[in-house]
């Protein structure tokens, strides 16, 4: 492997909505989901380092863990696609057809099912040495490209943000928001900040998912202490669960405000605003910026539930926007 010569920035751009501005709060999103049509989101800062130390320790591939519609293994087999080194994707369930898995196909990724009990055994001790005499040569990746390597690639983050105020006409802002699945993004954002901003971590899974715990984890391990940031539970009763009010809320706000959101993450974490705002916790002419955190491949597999729950058909949708 050899290290991509690759640094994309995504854009800092404000989103207008009606009940933000009867709320008094202005709100900028880094649009992540905009960074490249393939390897986009977050998804990809998590990436980079682990990519860093595989080419340092001259691996010949990269093998990590996902399910059958993973953002991450998505971005690592377009990655692979891209930069012609090969991935192994290990995928929690048993085979299934998916957008996202035929996608995985196309860049080439090799793909083992490992059934749900094989993908629970992933944090056992021991369970990286089977399938490293397999594909010897080959760095592996955690779950979600999770752990501090993870969060120090989503440090940067904040500078990212820092440096495009000014082109928004703002000077500062008030808080840092994202949605949290695994907590690595969010901890990189806390590392990232320094104090400066609370960051706001909008729960896409339940709270007994561990979030919290592996947040301070990564903070501990970088030597920082377990502080400045904040989660909220936004998660549905659920990963992945989706309902009406979601639904319909997301669609409205994707009329609204002209941007395509998803559901399990981004949109559960503008949800989280909203209803922060509506109950009064977030004061009048404070600045949010929001990570819109991609993982738009993830929707196609959704679109017609969504449409289903929020009782919208694809010809009004097409009528909105």
């Known amino acids: ?28 999103v880094l649009r992540l989901d905009a960074l490249d049509p393939l390897v986009s989101g977050n998804k990809w800062f998590k990436l980079a380092p682990h990519l860093a130390q595989a080419a340092q320790a ?26 012609n080194f090969p991935t192994v994707g290990l ?45 010897p040569r080959y760095q592996p990746v955690a779950e979600g490209g999770g752990g501090l390597t993870g969060a120090q690639g989503c440090a940067g983050l904040v500078e990212m943000i820092r440096g495009q105020l000014a082109a928004i006409g703002w000077d500062d802002y008030h808080s ?26 909008a729960l896409a899974v339940p709270s007994d998912h561990g979030v919290a715990e592996q947040v301070s984890a990564i903070l501990g391990e970088a030597g ?7 989660l909220i539970d936004a998660s549905r009763a659920g990963f992945a669960r989706l309902d009406a009010d979601l639904a319909r809320f997301m669609l409205d706000s994707e009329r609204d405000g002209g941007l395509t959101l998803e559901p399990l993450y981004t949109a559960k974490a503008l949800l989280a605003i909203h209803a922060e705002a509506q109950g009064g916790r977030i004061p009048r002419g404070s600045r949010l910026v929001l990570l819109h955190t991609g993982g ?22 097409d009528a909105q926007g």
């Open 224 to 230: 920082c202490a377990d502080q400045g940031y904040r």
């Open 296 to 317: 738009l491949q993830g929707r196609r597999a959704l679109q017609t539930e969504l449409l289903r729950l929020a009782n919208y058909t694809a010809r009004a949708v």
């Open 1 to 28: 492997m050899t290290l991509p010569d690759w640094n994309p920035r995504a854009a800092l751009e404000p989103l207008r909505l009606p009940w933000l501005a009867a709320a008094g709060l202005e709100l900028a």
């Open 91 to 135: 995928l929690r369930g048993e085979c299934q057809d998916t957008p996202t898995i035929r996608d995985l196909q196309h860049f080439g990724m090799t793909l083992h099912w490992l059934g749900y009990g094989g993908y629970r055994a992933r944090h056992q001790p021991g369970f990286w040495a089977t399938w490293l005499q397999r594909y």
């Open 176 to 201: 840092l928001w994202t949605a949290a699945g695994t907590g690595t993004t969010l901890a990189g954002l806390v590392l990232g900040e320094a104090g400066r901003h609370p960051v706001i971590g």
């Open 58 to 83: 001259g691996a010949e591939g990269v093998i990590s863990l996902g399910g059958a519609h993973s953002n991450h293994l998505h971005a690592l087999a377009a990655a692979g696609a891209r930069f």
